[in-house]
């Protein structure tokens, strides 16, 4: 099984956070929820890999057990 990969792989991962928040901009709580739920689903189908998606579920929910904002 292929790990995931946690190291910084963005092309400009502030473009990213710019279009991300720009997206959510004035929005409503319930329709930010639908297009990060979209999102999630558009980069699973990219992604691919049932073990990957698993390790990223894993370690997204030890970073929010553990209190981190990372």
Excluded: C, W
Aim: glycine residues 4%; aromatic residues 4%.
């Amino acid at each position: 099984m292929t790990e995931l990969n946690l190291e910084p792989n963005f092309t400009d991962p502030d473009a990213f956070y710019a279009a991300l928040a720009e997206v959510h901009r004035d929005q409503e709580p319930a329709v930010s929820e639908k297009i990060n739920a979209r999102l999630i689903l558009l980069l699973a189908n990219q992604v691919g890999e049932q073990g990957i998606l698993e390790q990223a579920l894993e370690i997204a929910k030890q970073l929010e057990s553990s209190g981190s904002n990372e």
